[in-house]
């Protein structure tokens, strides 16, 4: 009981993300976290809720949280309170692979590139294992079209990307956005697994206008779990 109680709890912050519920996920965090620490002290004796000498106060469990979910949970809380959302959550999207790399150089990154041929995916539910590639060391292409509201004058306005397993390289209305990161430096793309990124997109949005997102994930390093590309939603945000 007290295990599918758990289970319960991780799940409904994997619902809340997925349908753009984020305002209460850092608290769900906490409180996630902090059940499954008691679990593993009171079920210790049992050898449950992995509960181990090198684990510290924490538990198996908790450290694999915090490895897959925790960093993108409490960063789509910290953009839900401190800012405001005008498009959210981003996860239809075209996608296609893209082994040689030569997207880029075919225009697959411009507004008017036609993908009507290309796949559809929910990147909240498919994997790249559940696309038939596996095993694929590669890149691929992921692409979308969306409105967005009038904005107000001098505020910033950001793209977030939620998870990816490997690198991700951004395009908005054809323009490429560099990452920017917490010291000023600017990067080209920018690569992490179950990290989310924040790409400042001010200068290439066109607010109340049609406007094309186009990434370009390569996943980078081999696992068994057959992930790639995106592992959880988008989302546009605006300072206040």
């Known amino acids: 009981d007290d295990s599918l109680a758990a289970f319960e709890m991780l ?6 993300l997925a349908d753009g519920r984020w305002s209460t996920l850092a608290g769900q965090v906490t409180a996630y976290r902090t059940r ?20 510290g106060e924490a538990t198996l469990n908790v450290r694999y ?8 949970h409490n960063d789509a809380a910290r953009v839900a309170t401190q800012f405001n959302v005008v498009a959210a959550p981003l996860k239809q999207w075209r996608f296609q692979t893209d082994k040689d790399k030569q997207g880029e150089a075919a225009g697959w990154s411009k507004p008017e590139f036609d993908d009507s041929a290309w796949k559809t995916t929910d ?9 038939g590639l596996h095993n694929y060391m590669g890149s691929a292409w992921y692409r979308m079209k969306l409105k967005v509201p009038p904005l107000a004058a001098g ?3 950001f793209l ?8 991700v390289k951004v395009f908005v209305n054809g323009q490429h956005v560099p990452h920017i990161n917490e010291k000023g430096e600017k990067a080209d793309s920018v690569s992490g697994y179950c990290q989310p990124f ?14 094309s997102i186009a990434l370009f994930c390569t996943r980078e390093i081999v696992n068994e779990l057959g992930t790639g590309g995106l592992l959880a939603p988008a989302a546009v945000y605006a300072e206040r």
């Open 11 to 16: 799940m409904q912050q994997r619902r809340d």
């Open 36 to 55: 499954l620490i008691d679990l593993g002290k009171q079920y210790e004796p049992q050898f449950a809720f992995t509960k181990m000498g090198w684990t």
């Open 65 to 72: 949280f915090d490895a897959f979910y925790g960093l993108t």
């Open 123 to 131: 990147c909240v539910v498919d994997t790249w294992s559940s696309l």
């Open 155 to 157: 505020k910033k306005t």
């Open 160 to 167: 977030w990307i939620g998870s990816t397993d490997g690198r």
């Open 198 to 211: 924040s790409f400042d997109i001010s200068l290439a949005m066109k607010p109340d206008a049609d406007n």
